[in-house]
């Protein structure tokens, strides 16, 4: 019911109002004025009501213009109509799904308005699925341009709200074009697109790859027309380039024009005859080629007159059952080719109406099988013909001699014997077990030296294979007798003996290197896993019959020596008892075990291991005359270990760069372990050695890295890797390396280890970083580690020439003086002075002089006042003067070296440029002296052309060649007989001649030139 009052009722209304307030008095007797707001309210909705995606919150406003003011306002939510019972309107309420508001309001007059209706419609509730949309036409290839319309469906969604495209293979995004009308395509695109609907869900972008070809496809004959003779076979092929791709090629050969109704290109045409070949192709949107005619003709002056040849695999022969032959028929590289093969396997002749071969034919003999091939000219293959035969009788075969009980080691031959297809081989085992295809292979004699049972069973041509035989044989333990015979020896007191050793295996053949002392040519006696083992100290070259690994030998043993820690035997006698057997069974792998025990006699002095480790920190060092040594560490003996100090790995000196081996490699070294004890030690090295490649298995090494660079010319860089390089991995132009402000043209490989770098001009002194891309690698095909790729260097400076000219060496506290000459001037940044191969100093960076002198000043005394300067002069010769400084020499720069000093004893010193390139060195001794690295640090000197005479006699100087090691150095003994700077080891005036006679003890003239 409207609460809207009649206009009676208004009237009477405000009447009897008008009466009250006379009756109840008020307003001082004052009567009201007359009713004048007859005009009800307005009520605004805010939002007006429509379709929204989310919650909407609503505002009732009520507006009464100038009249009487608003009262109140109600409404309801459930679609009935509004009175003063229903909800009053107080503040703005939140709509949460599709809801009809209907509301009114009052005036303070009492006016109403009539109710007011707003629908809200949420739309897209619980819409979590995106929309779809439908690309008309599909993609695909057409003939012309198209015009694709994008259709969005959102199903019972909240409707699409856009649709996004783009046309350069770009992924569309909100911000992309958005579709309005159909998009036209006229060249080859690929159309990506997406819609969204009202809510925001998106559409995963889909594409559609438009191929518009409006051109026909080319079609080409392989080979083109011309002369043949016999056959040719015709290849046609077509391309489409970035068309629609071909669909088809029709082709004539009777001289017609070619149709889309011409036979279809299916496989090469073979011609046999002169012919025109005529040939068109369309691709998938109809577009059509022109016509292509090629002329093939016939030579006829040349003919095929030569048959084919057929072969039979398997051949005949006697089989044990039915086989499947193949027949290959071959035409010469002139001939026509093969037409068929045909064949009989009943012994009749074959003709063309027999068989026409397909394809294996099953023969089951015994059967003749006869067969021929014919060519494409006509050209008749003779018949030929296979038997095969049927054998399924196995072989027999016997041992000789046959099991029984013996003294000694008895050597067994197997003979085998089959009168059909004959026998293929014989198989064996030792072990009991039943021989199969897979077991040991007879060869030759079996020396049997311990109890076993000897099984056997041989096979036929035909593949009948004989049941097992077995023949048990007795002997004494020649393993065990042999290893305490090998004990025997090894307990003996030094000196002559008279041992047999009867039935040890030679495990290994060692050849003699460097000084034939210490390591001789000779080879290992064991008999068992466990050892114990021996070395014999005999080139086996010397010997009849020579040794060879694998021999089981009886050797009478005439002498027992320990040389070095390590127990040597010699002979009076060597027989071979057996040859050629694997010694396999003897390796033990002693990776996990600690195999410095023992004490001074080794538990595995040259027995035949397998260890695995990993060659550690500092890497390789001289390990004797030929050989360089480096520590090990295994899991039995771990780095840190109190044994670690003890395990090596010793190579001869050409394994070390031929398997690339540096530091953190892993490796597998196979060999008797070989032991070394000087007169000074107190415990042995134990060295796991290669002496030969094959010893030495390399398992992993350590990324190459990039150790640094520096700039030996102005247009030239050398870059030092960890590890020796692959060759073939270093690109020619430089491109692998980039350095900040110069160009690389060229690189090559300088040493295995150093690539040199051909750039554009360098400034002096200024610091460049360098770049090496990770596509290099080293020999094991590792590539460069991606973490260690940079380096700096400084621009290339002259360096400067120097020469060693005067030594104190006998300071106090070690302050030793060392002076330089300066040949040629330049920089002396990064010159090293070496004791060996210790640094003394390393060089500041400062331009000399030709002509300068240098003082080294080692171990200086930078604590006492007045003694020593604080740093080296790199500003002037006066920079920290004599006066104040009284070790310092003011005609002389005067350097800092480290806090070693000069050794005594024999050793040689050098000073080498930041290159590490020697210009000058002195090999120095003292009488009676024999430090045992010194023969190697002379050898080293004298390669590099710093020290006469190269060689002693032609062979390495030693202290035992002649002349010795100690007759080519310079005698330096007197240097040492008083203490200070006043008796020094100087140079004899100017020369230069790279010997001893350059050299003499003299009252010093250090700071000043030498005198002769």
């Given at each position: 019911m409207s609460p809207t009052l009649s206009w009676p009722l208004r009237c009477g209304a405000v009447l009897l109002a008008a009466q009250l307030v006379l009756a109840c008095g008020g307003g001082g007797g004052q009567q009201p004025p007359p009713p004048s707001d007859l005009t009800p309210p307005t009520t605004r909705v805010t939002p007006a009501g429509g379709e929204f995606t989310n919650s909407v919150a609503v505002t009732l406003t009520c507006d009464d213009g100038s009249g009487s003011g608003c009262a109140a306002t109600y409404y309801t939510l459930d679609g009935t109509t509004p009175g003063t019972g229903s909800t009053q309107y107080r503040e703005p309420f939140t709509l949460g799904s599709t809801t009809t508001v209907r509301f009114y309001s009052?005036?303070?007059?009492?006016?109403?308005?009539?109710?007011?209706?707003?629908?809200?419609?949420?739309?897209?509730?619980?819409?979590?699925?995106?929309?779809?949309?439908?690309?008309?036409?599909?993609?695909?290839?057409?003939?012309?341009?198209?015009?694709v319309t994008l259709t969005c469906s959102d199903g019972e969604g909240s409707g699409c709200a856009a649709t996004h495209y783009t046309l350069d293979g770009s992924v569309p995004t909100l911000a992309s074009p958005r579709y309005t009308a159909p998009v036209s395509i006229s060249t080859s695109a690929t159309l990506r697109f997406f819609s969204v609907d009202r809510v925001g869900n998106l559409e995963a972008v889909q594409q559609a790859r438009y191929v518009v070809d409006t051109q026909a496809p080319q079609v080409v004959a392989a080979p083109?027309?011309?002369?043949?003779?016999?056959?040719?076979?015709?290849?046609?092929?077509?391309?489409?380039?970035?068309?629609?791709?071909?669909?088809?090629?029709?082709?004539?050969?009777?001289?017609?024009?070619?149709?889309?109704?011409?036979?279809?290109?299916?496989?090469?045409?073979?011609?046999?005859?002169?012919?025109?070949?005529?040939?068109?192709?369309?691709?998938?949107?109809g577009n059509v080629s022109d016509v292509v005619s090629e002329q093939y003709t016939r030579d006829a002056s040349v003919e095929d007159r030569t048959a084919p040849t057929t072969v039979a695999s398997p051949a005949g022969g006697v089989y044990w059952s039915a086989q499947s032959v193949v027949l290959s028929c071959t035409d010469d590289a002139v001939g026509s080719g093969c037409a068929g093969t045909y064949y009989t396997v009943d012994g009749s002749a074959p003709t063309t109406s027999s068989i026409r071969y397909t394809g294996p034919v099953s023969v089951t003999p015994p059967t003749t099988l006869r067969f021929f091939s014919m060519d494409l000219a006509g050209n008749v293959e003779v018949a030929k013909s296979e038997q095969y035969t049927l054998d399924t009788t196995p072989p027999v075969t016997t041992a000789s001699p046959s099991g029984g009980v013996y003294q000694e080691a008895v050597s067994v031959t197997l003979a085998c014997s089959d009168t059909a297809s004959g026998c293929a081989e014989t198989r064996y085992t030792l072990d009991g077990s039943s021989p199969t295809a897979s077991s040991p292979r007879y060869e030759g004699p079996i020396t049997l030296t311990r109890t076993l049972m000897l099984r056997f069973a041989s096979t036929d041509v035909a593949g009948n294979v004989e049941s097992a035989k077995q023949e048990s044989y007795v002997l004494p333990e020649l393993d065990r007798q042999a290893s305490e015979q090998i004990l025997a020896v090894r307990n003996a007191v030094n000196g002559t003996v008279n041992l047999v050793i009867h039935g040890a295996w030679i495990t290994y053949i060692k050849q003699g290197v460097g000084n034939l002392a210490n390591d001789p040519a000779g080879f290992f006696l064991q008999a068992e896993r466990t050892g114990p083992a021996l070395f014999v100290p005999v080139d086996p070259s010397t010997l009849t019959p020579v040794p060879h690994v694998g021999d089981r030998v009886r050797v009478t043993v005439n002498a027992k020596n320990v040389v070095n820690g390590q127990v040597r035997a010699t002979l009076s006698g060597l027989s071979v008892l057996s040859r050629d057997a694997s010694v396999s069974a003897l390796l033990q792998d002693v990776s996990a075990v600690d195999v410095t025990s023992g004490g001074t006699q080794p538990d595995y002095e040259s027995e035949y291991v397998s260890i695995t480790g990993t060659i550690g920190?500092?890497?390789?060092?001289?390990?004797?005359?030929?050989?360089?040594?480096?520590?090990?560490?295994?899991?039995?003996?771990?780095?840190?270990?109190?044994?670690?100090?003890?395990?090596?790995?010793?190579?001869?000196?050409?394994?070390?760069?031929?398997?690339?081996?540096?530091?953190?490699?892993?490796?597998?070294?196979?060999?008797?372990?070989?032991?070394?004890?000087?007169?000074?030690?107190t415990r042995p090295a134990i060295q796991a050695s290669g002496w030969k490649a094959s010893d030495v298995t390399v398992r992993a090494c350590p990324a190459p890295r990039v150790i640094n660079a520096w700039a030996p010319g102005r247009n030239t860089v050398m870059v030092r890797f960890g590890r020796p390089l692959e060759p073939t991995s270093l690109v020619a132009n430089g491109s692998q390396f980039s350095i900040s402000g110069l160009n690389v043209t060229q690189a090559r490989l300088e040493t295995d280890t150093v690539v040199a770098l051909t750039t554009s001009d360098q400034a002096p002194r200024q610091s460049y970083a360098i770049?090496?891309?990770?596509?290099?690698?080293?020999?094991?095909?590792?590539?460069?580690?991606?973490?260690?790729?940079?380096?700096?260097?400084?621009?290339?400076?002259?360096?400067?020439?120097?020469?060693?000219?005067?030594?104190?060496?006998?300071?106090?506290?070690?302050?030793?003086?060392?002076?330089?000459?300066?040949?040629?001037?330049?920089?002396?940044?990064?010159?090293?002075?070496?004791?060996?191969?210790?640094?003394?100093?390393?060089?500041?960076?400062?331009?000399?002089?030709?002509?300068?002198?240098?003082?080294?000043h080692l171990n200086p005394d930078r604590v006492t006042p007045g003694v020593d300067a604080p740093a080296s002069e790199t500003l002037g010769k006066t920079q920290y003067p004599a006066s104040s400084y009284s070790s310092n020499y003011d005609n002389a720069w005067d350097f800092h070296g480290t806090t070693l000093g000069v050794g005594t004893g024999n050793r040689t010193l050098r000073i080498r440029d930041a290159f590490e390139v020697t210009q000058d060195g002195v090999a120095l001794v003292v009488t009676g002296n024999t430090f045992a690295g010194y023969p190697a640090l002379l050898q080293a000197l004298q390669s590099e052309g710093h020290w006469f005479p190269t060689t002693c006699s032609g062979v390495p100087c030693t202290y035992e060649s002649s002349p010795s090691a100690l007759d080519v150095s310079f005698d330096w003994g007197m240097a040492f007989y008083y203490a200070g700077r006043e008796y020094t080891l100087q140079r004899n005036g100017t020369m230069d001649n790279g010997n001893r006679g350059d050299w003499k003890v003299d009252y010093a003239t250090l700071g000043a030139p030498n005198l002769h």
């Open positions: 009052l005036d303070a007059a009492g006016n109403a308005e009539a109710p007011g209706t707003v629908t809200f419609t949420l739309v897209g509730a619980g819409d979590t699925a995106a929309p779809t949309t439908v690309a008309s036409p599909a993609g695909g290839a057409f003939n012309s341009p198209r015009n083109r027309g011309g002369g043949f003779t016999t056959s040719r076979a015709v290849t046609l092929s077509c391309d489409d380039g970035e068309g629609s791709g071909c669909a088809a090629i029709h082709y004539t050969t009777n001289g017609s024009l070619p149709s889309l109704d011409s036979a279809i290109y299916q496989e090469p045409l073979l011609l046999t005859a002169t012919t025109r070949v005529r040939f068109i192709a369309v691709d998938f949107v920190a500092p890497g390789f060092s001289a390990s004797g005359d030929g050989h360089l040594q480096a520590p090990l560490t295994t899991v039995g003996v771990p780095s840190g270990s109190t044994s670690a100090a003890s395990l090596r790995l010793r190579l001869v000196e050409p394994l070390r760069d031929d398997l690339a081996l540096t530091s953190g490699c892993e490796v597998t070294v196979t060999s008797p372990l070989w032991v070394f004890m000087s007169g000074t030690q770049t090496v891309a990770t596509t290099i690698r080293d020999r094991l095909g590792v590539h460069l580690d991606s973490m260690a790729t940079q380096t700096t260097f400084a621009g290339y400076v002259r360096t400067a020439r120097l020469r060693l000219s005067e030594v104190a060496p006998n300071v106090p506290n070690g302050r030793d003086l060392v002076e330089l000459l300066v040949r040629e001037g330049g920089s002396t940044g990064g010159a090293t002075l070496m004791d060996g191969n210790a640094t003394l100093a390393t060089l500041p960076d400062v331009e000399v002089a030709a002509g300068d002198i240098i003082v080294v």
